[in-house]
């Protein structure tokens, strides 16, 4: 019964929002509860893994997996670039709060000292780049690959 009563007002939210430009208007919303998410996940990720035992890196790296693994469903499933695709430092936000609270565990620091601090860093580190745009710097490779296109879409204009 619980299953049949989501998807039916799944079905009528998704009917609603199909072209309707008041959804347009909760893009920024949903970006900052994205970036609110990002370390709540990223946090339980790495605390996950600590408790089944796992090594100080894979942990890490679990937490980082954890944190971007939901959005990047959500983009999927809406037909989009994922957004840790689109910005750099979604990825590099989440391996830095899982980061700390594997830090913490290895140093003995109390469970919730650690996952809180893990979780504020990750989400100030998330706010910052999508409020000021930061991103990572790109290689020579992506520059020379971008300066090809230019001049193959400039031969065929």
Sequence with gaps: MAASTVLIFGILVLSFAAGNKDVDRLHKPMLLF???????????????????????????LLGMSTGIGGGMARDVLLNEIPQVLRSGLHA?????????VVAGHV???????????????????????????????????????????????????
Aim: glycine content about 12%; proline content about 6%.
């Design 34 to 60: 994205d970036a609110a998410g990002l370390p709540l996940f990223a946090v339980v990720g790495a605390q996950k893994a600590l408790l089944f035992g796992l090594g100080p890196v894979m942990a890490a």
């Design 107 to 157: 140093l003995g620091a109390p469970c919730a000292v650690s996952a809180t601090a893990g979780a504020i860093v990750c989400f100030v580190v998330r706010f910052m780049a999508m409020k000021y745009g930061w991103r990572l710097p790109t290689g020579p490779l992506r520059a020379r690959a971008r300066a090809e296109t230019a001049l193959s879409d400039g031969d065929n204009a």
């Design 92 to 100: 590099v936000a989440a391996l830095g709060g899982a980061a700390i």
